[in-house]
Structure formats: C-alpha cells, structure tokens
C-alpha cells in the first residue's frame, strides 16, 4: 500500500500527526507512508520520523497558482492507493491537493465550511468532535479504512539526532548556562488570517520578563523563535537585563527543541512551539489561555499549567472554530481579550512551579 498523509495547515498541526503516523506504520508495516507539509518547520518535525518515507515540502502561498498545481500534480505519478487528509484541516483547498494528488481512496472529516464541492474532491469524509483532542479525531480515520488502534498510549514524537544535542549542550556552555534554570519564551504565534491577535501582548511579556529579572535572578531567560519573532525579540530585550535574558539563536527547529529540552518551564500562548514543548516532555509547561485554544489542540502526554484568561473563559469555540474562517471579533475586542490577562497572574504561575 502507498499512502499519502497530506498536512498542510501548519507546523503544530503536523506535529499532532504524529501519533497516526505511528498507528499507521503498526497497522501497515509494509506500507509507503509519505507525507505532504508546506512549511520547513513541519519538515523539521518528520525528516528523521521513522514511520515515515518520504516528506514532500512546498511553500504552497509562496508560489503561483500554477506551480501549486503543477507541484501536487506531479504526486499522481506516486500511485497513490490512499490519502488522508489530517484534522484540522477545514478549508477547501486541502481538499482539492487531495484531488490533485490522486489517491484511489481520500479521507477527510467533515467541517462546518463544507458544499458539495468538497464532497466531489473526497471519496469519503468522517465527522470532527470538538471534545476529543485532533489526535483522537485522527484516530477515527483508522476505523474508518479498516484498520485500529494498535498501541495502548501515544506521544507526540520528535526525534533528534546527536548534532541537535551537543548544539544545544555547546550553546549553554558558552553562555555560561550549565545547571541554570531557564525559562524559555516564545512570545509569538501563526501568522496566517488574523492569528496574530491571539498573541499576548508585547509589552506584557516584556512587563514580566523585567519582573523576573528583578525578583527571580536566579532565572534566566531564552527567548525563542522564528523569522517571525525578529522584530518583537529586541522589544523586550532592551527592558531586559542581559546577564539573565537572551535570544535562542538557532537555525531551524531541531536546534531549537534540543534547547527547549533543557529549559526548565516554557511559556507561550497555544502555538507550534507549545506543541513542541510537550512532543519534548518540557517539564513546568504554561500555556495563556487565546481564543484559539480548545480541547482539540491542548499540550498532548505533557502535564500543563494553564493561566485562565477572564474574557475568554472557557467560551473558546465562541471564537475559533475549524470553519475555515478567522478568529471572531473585532481586532480592538481581541486585543483587549488578550490584555484581560495580567502580568501578575503569569508571574504567579512561574513562580508557583519553579
């Protein structure tokens, strides 16, 4: 059997596959298992997966219409006997790349956004549930092409290799490190529709890491991120004492987890590197409760302190569904929602855990 796993929505999605590339791989040990991502970041995730074969990446909305046709066209000469699309992926067009690659058979849930047409470019679709986790969701596809869950317990897996270690290991030695506690930070998010707003603000950061510095120096700071995050780093630096915060330089994600591995707690709003954070075992995890953050897409096999936020409370699907559209409401009522919550109840879920 060929199977195509496609995983386009984003780098922590592709992560939470993880557990149905393994399931996959008990079920068909014989099979080919490849897996379609469109950021560097998720292939970072799976190029040393052993579950998988291959790991075809294109920049799809950095390309024209054309070559992105041309690209996932080009996957029909696979022979594909099945694709699957993983959850969440709710807009159309991950539906038509499942058309354009192949597949004999091509599998997808069921989205609020969903017409006619994405039922005519899958050959069968399951329903999502917005109470179980994505990699619960994932596992229904098993069931549904015949096969079933093989293992007793599942972990998000990322796999390192002994240069992502000593990287990591020669990075803290020579920042004189070793033994500290770390905090690690990443202050950023997706950047696709509108969900930058579910960022915590910059200057709340900024306010707590001056905090730390003052009444905790015997916590450092890493401060960790992509391109994206460039220009908010400096930000919160220049109020920073530098002998006990920094940035995380690194070069691509598998640098990055060997440092988040080390860290001693990691704090972020519900983004890729949350996920990474839990796939890493982080211990004294803490997530800020956004809008975009629900049962589906909570830190997986990782305990967790979530700092509550007073405006969302709770009401997350009130604000961010996978309907293929962006987080709901005004940017000045997310802004605010992100800014209900405070300095002092970050700092209290720190300083409780370490």
């Known amino acids: 059997m060929k199977i195509l796993v496609i995983s386009l929505a984003g780098i922590g999605d592709t992560l939470i596959a993880t557990p149905l590339l393994r399931e996959l791989r008990e079920n068909y040990p014989e099979a080919t298992i490849d897996v379609l991502v469109k950021e560097a970041g998720a292939r970072d995730f799976l190029e040393r997966n052993p579950n998988v074969n291959h790991v075809f990446h294109k920049d ?6 054309w070559e992105r046709v041309r690209f996932v066209w080009s996957l029909r000469r696979e022979r594909y006997q099945l694709s699957i699309n993983t959850h969440p992926q709710s807009r159309i067009h991950y539906r038509i790349a499942a058309w354009l690659a192949g597949a004999e058979v091509r599998i997808s849930h069921q989205y609020e956004c969903f017409t006619w047409i994405d039922r005519c470019l899958i050959t069968g679709s399951l329903p999502q549930d917005y109470t179980r986790h994505s990699i619960e969701n994932n596992f229904d596809i098993l069931t549904f092409i015949g096969g079933r869950q093989r293992l007793a317990a599942h972990s998000l897996e990322f796999v390192l290799d002994p240069a992502d270690e000593q990287f990591a290991e020669a990075f803290l ?3 004189k490190l070793l033994g500290r506690k770390i905090l690690g930070i990443h202050c950023g998010s ?3 529709k509108n969900l930058p707003l579910k960022r915590w603000p910059l200057k709340s950061y900024a306010g707590l890491v001056r905090q730390l510095n003052r009444e905790r120096p015997d916590l450092h700071i890493l401060l960790f991120g992509g391109p994206e995050e460039t220009k908010d780093h400096p930000v919160i630096l220049a109020q920073a004492s530098p002998e006990l915060t920094m940035e995380a330089r ?3 994600l598998r640098e990055t987890g060997a440092l988040m591995k080390r860290c001693s707690a990691f704090l972020s709003v519900d983004t890729a590197l949350m996920h990474l954070a839990a796939a890493l075992k982080v211990p004294n995890q803490i997530v800020i409760e956004a809008p ?3 049962v589906t897409n909570l830190p997986y096999g990782n305990p967790f302190t979530m700092v509550k936020n007073p405006v969302v409370n709770g009401h997350n699907l009130d604000y961010y569904r996978y309907d293929g559209g962006d987080i709901k409401g005004t940017r000045e009522e997310l802004i605010a929602a992100m800014e209900s919550v ?3 109840d970050v700092f209290a879920a720190i300083t409780k855990l370490i």
Request: hydrophobic share 30%; aromatic share 0%; charged share 15%.
């Open 60 to 65: 799809l909305l950095k390309c024209s219409a």
């Open 173 to 175: 030695a020579q920042h």
């Open 190 to 192: 997706g950047g696709t």
């Open 250 to 252: 690194t070069k691509n």
């Open 292 to 294: 975009t953050l629900n």
């Open 342 to 344: 405070k300095i002092p």
